[in-house]
């Protein structure tokens, strides 16, 4: 299990052989000898629960910050900005320094942008940018093959759906405006707002006579750019980038199989919507939408070893079962609030 090849002493744990290939670092033992590493517990190995954050907050900034770094894949500046805009991240994080990781150059180099802003803050769900990416691999989950994005424009706030065809768009955004309004609305005691506006581009699946007759009845607004003009929907194309930069790097550092894209888009997308803010803004994409701060100390290592507790009627005491599973993170459950895919 051990791996001491790598010259500076840090201590590697392969996981699975095979098509799994993550490894995780184990922080703060870097330059300490073989013959100091006893026994799992004081080489920092103990199980960990999900919620924990102990163990990150007693660590000194730059291992802060490296262990959130292989959670979140986030750049210094949005791990600084991490202990003033979520509710437990820890605060040796504001003090981190510059992070270099091989993989998110690796999966992310691209030329310098030319930097515009047109950004007005209004209200959540004032309008709303959308547009699809794709085709990809097929999916293992459901052989999906394309990814629907859409935006808010006030805060930034991310939704993604995955589709087999792009024809599905209309209905998954009939779904997108039930969820997005119930979560304006989780906190009022009368529904107060909706959404008001829809912004695509002109693609067919956006201008059938059923997806407009359901915009009419919603009492939503239809925006299109014009055909082959993609800057003139610049928010949707800029989430996409970002999306599927951040779905790159932790698919190249987990080395997991292709086919698990749209776990990794999931997880990209929760992690985006609790660390980025909208431009000139000091609250986060999700606070803006929700009120609450987000927390982010349960977003585990994409890929990660993972232990799951089984159901009580999955073993027997008779044949002294083990009462765990042995599984890879494979993010958070959107649908089920606590729950993780393992």
């Avoid at 005691?189 to 919603?218: C, I, K, M, W």
């Avoid at 002294?320 to 895919?341: E, K, N």
């Amino acid at each position: 299990m051990r791996d001491d090849e790598s010259g500076d002493g840090t201590l590697m744990l392969p996981f699975v052989d095979g098509s799994w290939t993550y490894e995780w670092n184990i922080v703060g033992i870097a330059g300490l000898p073989d013959t100091n590493l006893p026994e799992p517990r004081a080489r920092g190995l103990g199980i960990h629960r999900p919620t924990t954050a102990s163990h990150i907050a007693a660590l000194p900034s730059e291992a802060a910050a490296a262990a959130m770094h292989r959670r979140l894949h986030a750049g210094v500046e949005r791990l600084r900005r991490l202990p003033s805009c979520t509710a437990d991240a820890p605060p040796s994080l504001a003090k981190a320094r510059d992070i270099g990781c091989d993989a998110s150059i690796t999966a992310n180099a691209t030329r310098a942008a030319h930097p515009s802003s047109r950004y007005e803050p209004t209200y959540p769900g004032r309008l709303v940018h959308a547009d699809i990416a794709g085709p990809f691999r097929g999916s293992l989950r459901g052989g999906s093959r394309y990814l629907l994005v859409l935006v808010d424009d006030h805060s930034r706030f991310k939704s993604v759906y995955f589709l087999k065809r792009k024809s599905e768009a209309p209905a998954c955004i009939r779904k997108f405006v039930a969820s997005f309004t119930a979560l304006l609305n989780r906190k009022q005691a009368q529904p107060t707002a909706v959404v008001g506006a829809l912004h695509t581009d002109n693609a067919g699946e956006f201008t059938s006579r059923e997806f407009t007759e359901f915009l009419d009845e919603s009492l939503i607004t239809a925006t299109a750019c014009p055909p082959h003009v993609h800057a003139l929907n610049g928010v949707a194309e800029r989430a996409i980038r970002t999306i599927m930069e951040l779905t790159r790097a932790t698919i190249h550092a987990s080395g997991a199989p292709i086919g698990f894209w749209d776990y990794a888009v999931d997880h990209a997308v929760d992690i985006l919507n609790r660390t980025t803010c909208p431009p000139e803004s000091t609250q986060t994409s999700y606070e803006l939408v929700t009120g609450d701060a987000p927390r982010v100390m349960s977003i585990l290592p994409w890929g990660c070893r993972t232990y799951a507790v089984k159901p009580r009627v999955a073993y027997s005491k008779t044949n002294i079962d083990t009462h765990a599973w042995v599984g890879q993170m494979l993010g958070r459950s959107c649908f089920s609030p606590g729950a993780y895919h393992v």
